[in-house]
């Protein structure tokens, strides 16, 4: 029996989401620590939203 179901594509990109989320932060806290950028390593640990993108534009190089 074959189909498709919505509800296993919904976890797969839910879990997808988590932890690509997850491995930017880790990309922001490494970044941060290798610069000394303390107040954006402090703000992005706080604000976890912060360290999430700031971890996305240094994949995507628009951060340095």
């Known amino acids: 029996m074959t189909g498709h179901y919505p509800a296993a594509y919904f976890a797969l990109f ?4 988590w932890v690509t989320s997850i491995a930017a932060l880790v990309t922001h806290v490494i970044s941060c620590v290798k610069a000394a950028s303390i107040a954006l390593l402090v703000i992005g640990i706080i604000l976890p939203p912060i360290g999430v993108i700031h971890g996305w534009g240094i994949w995507l190089g628009l951060c340095g």
Do not use: F, R, T
């Open 14 to 17: 839910y879990i997808g989401c």
